[in-house]
């Protein structure tokens, strides 16, 4: 068996949707559970499942379709708006989309009728991160049109913000929301059953807004994987952030000089370099059997004290000052949300998941990776 895998506690990942279920449940905002970033692994959704999570959405339908064909039962939402072309594909994967076009939702209301279905749709607003959704002032045409299409069922509003430029939730801009939804709930001549107010960089807002407003649910992906919020990458007290574990081989261990010899131009990757120098001494370089293809340069930290010196696009370079690795050891790494949809995403990376067997205590396996070469995994 290989060393090369990424090590998926499926307990934490429990553990943390319950917890952040219970959370924003207090505050009277359920929680559908972001799959995307695990490419809507099965293992996964079915511990979110466990943790009480009643709602999955992923951004591919390839993702959906997985988690149903893996029999997880869930509702299922569909969180990029809808390719046109695939309307029926969604009209039969997910229960509800998230949509910013009139012309999709037409399809998607016929797509829906032919089906002999009714599609759940909540329209997407523009708050000011520049990615998905209608215009503040455009919304609420939308909506009464997609109230009266035939085969859709207008669900509620939306908006997603941190994405593209990192706007943050303050109170201001999702008190703005709270109040278009009201606008367009007078409009449309009913309440919206479900305001969907963001992703996990809502964190810090749901947690000390005075109150959440007409916002009563929120679409939570990072931090229930990795247990931080995404505004600022801040640990969430009290959930696990290491639920996921790269595991990486060394392949070479020997001493180098620590800066390149012979003139430096763009390396591999088109990138000039950045030298992790200790000026003309020797330094202890390890290279570990991961990559790009695998993971992403600033989104690996060794859980050992080795530093991240540069990646090719299968060679990972670690600084070992201490000089602690030898060839054939296991390192253990904490990943990001990028690092971590790119390893799910790898088929060179195996799959293993924790707890397997039960009385194992993964604690101990995780703290010290260097036990895991020692079992010759
Ligand atoms: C990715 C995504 C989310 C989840 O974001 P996290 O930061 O992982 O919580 C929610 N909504 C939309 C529209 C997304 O694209």
Not at 2 to 23: F, H, K, Y
Not at 247 to 274: C, H, M, Q, Y
Not at 301 to 327: F, M, N, S, T, Y
Request: hydrophobic share 45%; net charge neutral; glycine share 10%.
């Amino acid at each position: 068996m290989s060393a090369t895998c990424i090590e998926i506690d499926l307990s934490r990942i429990e553990g943390n949707a319950r917890t952040l279920r219970e959370r924003y449940g207090a505050r009277g905002v359920e929680i559908a559970a972001v799959t995307k970033g695990v490419c809507g692994d099965p293992e996964v959704a079915q511990a979110l499942v466990r943790g009480g999570i009643g709602a999955l959405a992923d951004s591919r339908l390839d993702n959906l379709a997985r988690m149903r064909a893996a029999g997880v039962q869930a509702e299922y939402w569909l969180i990029r708006p809808p390719r046109p072309s695939q309307v029926e594909r969604v009209v039969a994967l997910a229960d509800v989309s998230l949509n910013t076009e009139r012309a999709t939702l037409r399809r998607l209301a016929e797509a829906a009728q032919k089906a002999g279905r009714v599609h759940q749709v909540i329209l997407m607003v523009e708050s000011g991160d520049l990615r998905e959704g209608f215009l503040p002032a455009e919304v609420a045409r939308a909506a009464e049109e997609a109230a009266s299409l035939p085969g859709l069922h207008l669900r509620g509003l939306g908006t997603n913000l941190v994405c593209l430029n990192g706007v943050i939730p303050t109170p201001e801009v999702m008190s703005a929301f709270s109040a278009l939804v009201e606008e367009v709930e007078g409009r449309v001549g009913r309440r919206m059953e479900t305001v969907s107010g963001g992703n996990s960089g809502n964190h810090g807002w749901i947690m000390s807004a005075a109150s959440p407003g007409r916002v009563n649910h929120l679409r939570i992906g990072e931090a229930i994987l990795l247990g931080r919020e995404s505004t600022r990458r801040r640990a969430i007290p009290g959930l696990a952030q290491d639920a996921f574990t790269v595991v990486g081989e060394v392949i070479e261990a020997r001493d180098k000089p620590s800066v390149p010899t012979g003139e430096v131009g763009l390396n591999a990757l088109g990138r000039r370099p950045a030298a992790a120098s200790v000026g003309d001494a020797m330094m202890r370089r390890a290279i570990v059997a991961l990559g790009e293809q695998d993971v992403t340069l600033h989104g690996v930290r060794p859980r050992i004290p080795v530093e991240v010196v540069g990646i090719c696009g299968d060679q990972l370079v670690l600084a070992d000052r201490a000089g602690r690795l030898h060839v054939g050891d296991a390192v253990a790494f904490d990943v990001s949300y990028t690092a971590l949809l790119r390893a799910m995403t790898s088929p060179y990376l195996a799959k293993r998941y924790l707890p397997c067997p039960p009385a194992e205590a993964p604690e101990d396996r995780v703290r010290n990776p260097l036990h895991f070469g020692a079992e010759g995994l």
